[in-house]
């Protein structure tokens, strides 16, 4: 066991040392290999280096001979553009030089021009002074002397070429408008039968007289505080009257007491029941007459209530002629007119037949009823251009065609035989009216209203008024019948002057 010992321990002992010097000469020999490899690494990085700089500076001095050469021919260039440019300079400076000298010649003229004003002016001057002297009229006086003879000459030949010029436009457009309105009138062709709205109602006996006053008059206090009216009972036998400003409530009024006179039964609480149904009867009856006509028309998609609003013209009257017909006269004129003439059938026929929708409710609205027709249509969503109808028809120049279209067909409707009536009260003082308004005017000697207020003759001093002066007048006066009176249609005017010279033969 020692012995074993004692062996391993010199195998130890020279082991160790013989292992250190074996490793010293394997790590000197992969030193010495490293070192030849970084060596032989590093001879050929130079190697290379070198190449890459012998071809950089191969590519400089290629670079360099290629800028020489860019710089050379840059020279040239620049050195051919300085030329020209000294040749432009050159030439300029003689153009400046000749421009120069025709300057200086002109400025001479101009001189010589201005010499020769004065001096002509100085001889227009001494010519003038000559001329007052002689006439013994300065350049003014002469001027308005000039004038007058002028205008004395000329007035008679330009009122006359005036007169001429109207005269002849007028009939043109008078024949166009025939061959316009003609056809359009005779395919719209109605019934002229003028329609009222009714106040009378008519009674069995007189007795019944005393039934609707009732005892102490209750039953007639009921029937006017629930109607809005006022009924009258005089000694017109067998019949009474309702009075109040709104046709509905006097249509109301009206069938209330139709039905209370057929029942025989007169008492407050009758009473009320009568006016109850008569007021769902007549909205039944409005809403069905604003239909009809929009069917006649041929106008749908309207809002209901714009209809039943529509439909209270059908009790509604205008010097005496149904506004609901005339409304649908209208407005089938102005489908027919629009056709002809290319604007907008659509809209022209919607605005002929709602152009007086305001008189539905005038009399319970404040205001006249082309505004008043013109918020309801706004109201109910329409157009601009329809609403503007409502309006348009009254003014002096509507702004659109289809406008003028509704204006023309309503003065169509207005202003034929039969569809319309005065009063003799209201006839009478139309006829004062435009009587007055042509005698304010200087220089007239006698007025006449004739053809039902259609025509006024205006008598004229001729010693006053010239035939020149006449023609202005006659447009001053119907300007002014334009712009104070209200009347339906057209009215002429006519101014006559007249000159007679009386001599007696003895």
Known sequence: MEILLIT?????????????????LVARKSVESAEARAEKMLADAKAKQQDLLLQGK???LKIIDDAKRDEEERRRELFASQKRIEQRESLFDQKLLEFQEKQQKLYDKVEQVEAVKGEIQKIREQEMAKLQGIAGLNKDEAKEELFKLVERDAKDELASRIRKMDQVTTEELEEKARNLLTPAIQRIASSHATETTTTSVALPSDEMKG????????????????????IIVDETPQMITVSGFSPIRRQIAKRALDKLIADGRIHPGRIEEAIEESKKELAVEIRKAGEDAMYQVGVTGIDPKLVSILGRLKFRTSYGQNILQHSIEVANLSAVLAEELGADVAVAKKGGLFHDIGKAVDHDVQGNHTDIGYNIMKKFGMPEEIAYACIGHHEDKPKTLEAVINKVADAISG??????????EQYVKRLEELEKVATSFPGVEKVYAIQAGREVRVFVRPQEI??????????????????????????????????RVIEYAR
């Open 8 to 24: 391993l321990l010199a195998g130890l002992i020279i082991g160790i040392p013989a292992g250190y010097v074996i490793r010293k």
């Open 58 to 60: 191969d590519r400089a």
């Open 415 to 424: 202003a034929r035989p039969g569809a319309r009536k005065d009063t003799y």
């Open 466 to 499: 010239d035939d020149y002066a006449a023609y202005q007048m006659a447009k001053e006066i119907a300007k002014k019948i334009e712009a104070e009176l209200n009347y339906p249609g057209e009215i002429k005017v006519t101014v006559i002057r007249e000159t």
């Open 211 to 230: 039934r609707i006053i009732g005892k102490e008059g209750r039953n007639i206090k009921v029937i006017e505080q629930l109607t809005g009216t006022e």
